[in-house]
Structures are given as structure tokens and as C-alpha cells.
């Protein structure tokens, strides 16, 4: 099946930092999201991202969906304490079937991120 | 509120018994769908389903069983058959293109 390469597998970097983490697939994808998971709890959507090129921000957050359709970035700019958690990208290609239209999602291992105060 | 309900948070498991895992939402999704995650692994896909009284196989299905007889009930059977079922199991919801959204989850571990 297809797979992404979500890099890097872990930062630490220091409260204040800006952080950046991407996602390659060797497929492309119609819609890229990117979700945050706290310990012991469901991921959280943080950014869908819908057309090729779109650049999107919420609030610290800033993603885009590359010109290919096959990779995307996320950016976090002046990080805190909060921000700790693991990141996800996932890609989402729509398939048609017998049963109607497919939107399963392809997870990247997740990046992450520890922020020291 | 909307939203999903995952039951119970710790599940325990004896050797060559069933266990059933819970999910409910109250969103009017049609899809919903079952992943497992292990430590350092992205999201896994056992089965999923996109209307009431059918579902499919995800990638890693063996070991697991589902049903879907209500439109906001999912619940997931893992097996005796699934030899390594440690794991942390997500449940997760949507609509058309819409992203999913996650419960969550439930955290099962072998006695």
C-alpha cells in the first residue's frame, strides 16, 4: 500500500524555537491533514489542506500541501510548552468502489516534539 | 456535546479470550473506522465501514472483528486469534471527505 516518510522522528528543541516537519509520499494524495496526539489520548486535527499549493494557517501553526501532491510541510512558529506532542501527517486519496467513494487515510509515524522550557 | 466515546480506557486480556472494544458517536458520521498504534508507528487500519451493515478490511485485519448493526456503534473484537494484541486502539469517524475525527482510545494489554 502507499506509505509516507514523515521526518524528522523526534525534535527537542528549546521554548521559543520554530519547528518544521514534512511528509514525502511516492504517491499522490487529494487532501494532506496533520493531526497532534497527546499522551494517552486520540489525535486532534490541526490543519486539512485541500488543493495543491494551498498554504494554511492556524494561529502558530502554518501547513502546505506541495505542488506535487506528494509531500506537505508544517511549521510551528515560537514554540511553548503545550506544544509537546507527537505530530501526524496523513494523505487521503478518494477511491472509488463497489460500495461508494474510499476515504481511508495513510498515517506518517509521527514526529515528536519535545519542548523544554 | 458531539464527539466519540471509546470504552473502557484499560482493557486486560487472559490468554485465549475475546475482548470487545466500544465505540459510539453522536456526529451522524456514516463512515467509522478502527486503527491500531504501537509505540513509534503511525496509525493502522483494521477495518472500516461506510454505512450501516457493512464494512470492509483495512490493512492489518487478521485477529480482529467488527459489526456495524447501528449507524453510531462500531464495536471491534480482537481475538485469541490475534497473537500480539498489545496495543493502543483508536476509533475514528467521518463524513465524505471531511476529516476524521478520533475518540480516545483504549489501551489494551495482555494478563
Known amino acids: 500500500g502507499q506509505q509516507l516518510n514523515q521526518s524528522p522522528q523526534s525534535m527537542f528543541i528549546q521554548e521559543g524555537e520554530d519547528v518544521s516537519m514534512n511528509c514525502t509520499s511516492s504517491s499522490i494524495f487529494n487532501t494532506w491533514l496533520w493531526y497532534k496526539q497527546d499522551p494517552g489520548e486520540g489525535p486532534v486535527l490541526l490543519i486539512a489542506?485541500?488543493?495543491?499549493?494551498e498554504l494554511t494557517s492556524n494561529g502558530r501553526l502554518t501547513a502546505q500541501f506541495g505542488i506535487t501532491r506528494k509531500d506537505s510541510f508544517l511549521n510551528i512558529s515560537a514554540s511553548i510548552p503545550s506544544d509537546v506532542g507527537i505530530y501526524f501527517c496523513a494523505g487521503q486519496l478518494l477511491r472509488g468502489n463497489s460500495g461508494g467513494s474510499n476515504y481511508k487515510l495513510t498515517f506518517g509515524k509521527g514526529t515528536l516534539l519535545t519542548v523544554n522550557p | 456535546d458531539g464527539g466519540i466515546t471509546q470504552s473502557p480506557k484499560y482493557l486486560f486480556r487472559k490468554e485465549g479470550q475475546n475482548v470487545t472494544l466500544s465505540c459510539e458517536q453522536n456526529?451522524?458520521?456514516?463512515?467509522m473506522y478502527w486503527y491500531r498504534q504501537d509505540p513509534g508507528q503511525g496509525l493502522r487500519l483494521i477495518y472500516y465501514s461506510q454505512i450501516v451493515n457493512d464494512f470492509q478490511k483495512g490493512d492489518i485485519a487478521e485477529g480482529y472483528s467488527v459489526s456495524r448493526e447501528k449507524k453510531e456503534s462500531f464495536p471491534l473484537t480482537v481475538t485469541s486469534a490475534q497473537k500480539n494484541p498489545t496495543a493502543f486502539y483508536l476509533c475514528?469517524?467521518?463524513?465524505?471527505?471531511?476529516?476524521?475525527?478520533f475518540g480516545d482510545g483504549t489501551r489494551l494489554s495482555i494478563l
Open positions: 475514528a469517524s467521518g463524513q465524505g471527505y471531511q476529516p476524521q475525527h
Open positions: 489542506l485541500y488543493k495543491a499549493g
Open positions: 456526529l451522524n458520521h456514516d463512515a
